[in-house]
């Protein structure tokens, strides 16, 4: 699914590395998390991914099945079917959830060669997917995540990404600022998508919201790079001890 | 103060392009006060305090300069509404066009064919005298006097329909001028809708006076062909606990001057202006408003948001006059340019000059760039970068079209925008 090989990043206006080769290969169907302290570079992956401006790729490749993903614009990623759930989703004042919701799929439709879905469909299937995660269709009406809580912007975005049914989710500290129900309602929410032909990357500082949603793998990040990959009971590990202690093993 | 040479050969020059039409009667004496203004106050200069951010010389040359006519396709604005439509070709009357006149709570007859006694005799020049001062609009004077045509429109009861102004432009060197007269009567209510480009150059002055406890909706759009260039004047007058709202939405256009003098005579009214303006190009936008309120526990607002690239230039000159006699005044005023690129720019003369001492009153400027945040948000979600932007300058201008009142009206101005913003990307 998604393959990541020697990635180094630096932003662009100033001659700061981030990103120090990042090797990271993920298989359809799998839940991958990266773990890591702060400042250890991981929301700089998760932008370079969805290709936020301001950084600049010195060295490496990043491949959708086997698609290049850095010669693309961030529409034409979205459209190849990858989704970034943003840590601080944006408010749009003005533009109604709704039609921002229905302008997303419908071009990422067109840009596929598929058919446009009708309002009537829509509000179908936004009306179906907003139940389950207890989205209160006022919710819907309102411009984008304009007066929502911290709660309702990452439910928000766990809607978006069940509207879109993109097949490479990167999740980027969803679990920041949420209390624990809320956690548990978009852990379901990414749950529910999980799927064979679906992939996740979770990015988290915490352990947390690995006990509801179960990875396959669990990655430590620091200083730029991958440090150590191994199984969910890394998280655990991590929890009960700290980054530290994994840092000096690896240095 | 005699006018300076130059300036008495400027006056003379454009009046000799224009003839003093000979009727309605009622109206001579208005028509000729008009003409003697003209001629002692001279045209607007650009050292005049209110013209300094607009060039005047395109509308007050005596010739119009040409303009193409653009064809629009799809339908016509506001065609999805039940509504009596009056057609000007050029400023022209079209009766072929246009739906019988007759229509229930309202009278409408033609300024060229109306009667000899008139009601509109005490309006007509009235509302416009009383207009020009702190500031003279020689202009909307220029208009009493030379206007060829124009519409006096009475509205006794709840007009169920909107009356309708379509304004086609289809020479492309026509200059029109056209003056209408609208009484809202006590308790009436009235919706007024203009659309259409009408003319190379187009001079129209709408008087209106709302009665007590009545209603006046006034929608406009100013349509998009590039090349044409246009002065409107609206005077208002409100009587008490009434409604006045006024919006403008201009697309295109290489000079639009819109102004509006609104005089809040009564008590308790409520007076909103306010316009929605894209602009690319060489395109000036003006927009020229002078509230002034002599009423107890009055609300005035206004609401006027530009977006400009491509080197366009918007101009915001907007004053609340709160007299002494104005206790309890509530005024507002907001305007905001979008601007897409450097090239373009946005001027804004805010003013507020209050007598009362007990009133509330705000105003606000920005200029701003497209949200990159936004921006990226939407791409994100597989947005094109064109719609992105498309879509975050609909919501930029959301706040003025929710002036409108009429969700009917507001959505069919929000379709016809969103079609001039995807035509213009092809």
């Known amino acids: 699914m998604l393959d990541i090989k020697n990635l180094h990043v630096k932003l662009e206006e100033e001659d700061k590395r981030i990103l120090k080769g990042v090797d990271l290969h993920v298989d359809a169907g ?56 943003f840590q601080y989703p944006i408010e749009i004042p003005g533009v109604g959830n709704m039609t921002f919701l229905r ?35 006022e919710m819907l ?25 993109p097949r490479m989710c990167v999740l980027d500290e969803t679990d ?27 990015i988290t500082h915490y352990q947390r919201l690995l006990n509801h949603i179960q990875p396959d793998v669990v990655h430590i990040m620091a200083d730029g790079r991958i440090v150590k990959t191994g199984g969910p009971e890394l998280a655990l590990e991590v929890e009960n001890n700290g980054y530290a202690d994994i840092l000096a093993e690896v240095a | 103060m005699a006018l300076r040479k130059i300036d008495h050969e400027a006056v003379e020059a454009r009046l000799s392009a224009l003839d003093l039409p000979q009727g309605p009667s009622w109206a001579a004496a208005a028509r000729r006060d008009a003409l003697e203004r003209v001629r002692a106050g001279g045209l607007p200069q650009r050292r005049d305090e209110y013209w300094r951010f607009t060039r005047p010389d395109s509308l007050i040359q005596p010739e119009p300069t040409p303009a193409q006519v653009l064809r629009e396709e799809g339908s016509e604005i506001f065609s999805g509404i039940d509504r009596l439509r009056i057609v000007f070709r050029d400023g022209v009357f079209d009766p072929e066009a246009s739906d019988d006149l007759a229509a229930e709570g309202v009278a409408i007859e033609r300024v060229a064919q109306s009667g000899d006694i008139h009601w509109a005799r005490d309006l007509y020049g009235k509302l416009e005298v009383r207009g020009q001062e702190p500031v003279s609009r020689p202009l909307a004077a220029l208009n009493t006097a030379f206007a060829t045509d124009g519409l006096l429109i009475r509205a006794t009861g709840k007009v169920r329909r909107p009356v309708a102004l379509v304004y086609l432009h289809e020479q492309e060197q026509s200059d029109a001028i056209l003056h209408h007269v609208v009484k809202v009567e006590e308790g009436a209510e009235l919706t007024l809708l203009e659309t259409g480009p009408a003319a190379a150059r187009f001079n129209t002055v709408t008087e209106v006076e709302v009665a007590d406890r009545a209603t006046f909706h006034h929608v406009r759009a100013q349509g998009r062909d590039h090349e044409r260039r246009a002065v409107t004047h609206v005077f208002a007058r409100l009587g008490g606990e009434c409604v006045f709202k006024c919006f403008t939405l201009t697309a295109n256009g290489m000079m639009t001057r819109n102004e509006a003098v609104i005089e809040l005579a009564g008590d308790d009214a409520v007076a909103h202006v306010a316009g929605a303006a894209v602009g690319d190009g060489d395109f000036h936008h003006d927009d020229t408003v002078f509230v002034t309120h002599e009423g107890r526990n009055c609300e005035s607002r206004q609401v006027f948001k530009k977006v400009l690239r491509n ?9 609340i006059l709160v007299r002494q006699s104005a206790q309890k005044t509530d005024g507002y005023q907001i305007s905001q340019s979008l601007l897409l690129d450097g090239d373009s720019q946005f001027l804004a003369k805010p003013e507020l000059e209050i007598y009362a001492d007990d009133v509330q009153c705000s105003h606000g400027s920005t200029s701003g760039a497209i949200d990159e945040d936004a921006m990226f948000y939407l791409r994100s979600r597989g947005v094109e970068q064109s719609d992105a932007q498309d879509l975050l300058t609909l919501a930029f201008l959301a706040e003025a079209i929710d002036e409108i009142d009429d969700r ?19």
């Open chain 1, 141 to 165: 009406k309102r411009p984008v995540n304009v007066g929502f809580s911290g709660g309702e912007k990452k439910r928000n975005e766990i809607l978006q990404m069940a509207v879109l049914e």
């Open chain 2, 311 to 319: 080197g366009a230039t918007g101009v915001f000159q907007g004053k």
């Open chain 1, 103 to 137: 302008t997303a799929l419908n071009a990422q439709r067109k840009a596929r060669g598929e058919a446009e879905v009708s309002a009537g469909e829509f509000l179908k299937l936004i009306r179906e997917k907003a139940k389950t995660l207890q989205i209160d269709p």
């Open chain 1, 30 to 85: 799998k839940v991958h998390a990266i773990m890591g302290p702060n400042g250890s570079g991981k929301s700089t992956l998760a932008y370079v991914l969805s290709g936020r401006d301001g950084y600049e790729i010195t060295e490496g490749a990043v491949a959708l099945d086997g698609e290049d993903v850095l010669d693309m614009e961030p529409e034409e990623r979205a459209a190849a079917g990858l989704f970034l759930a």
């Open chain 2, 408 to 426: 009917m009206i507001a959505e069919d101005l929000v379709t016809q925008l969103e079609r001039w913003l995807s035509r213009r990307r092809r």
């Open chain 1, 176 to 202: 920041s600022g949420l209390d624990v129900d809320a956690m548990k309602l978009v852990a379901d929410g990414v749950n529910a998508l999980r799927d064979a032909g679906r992939s996740f990357l979770v």
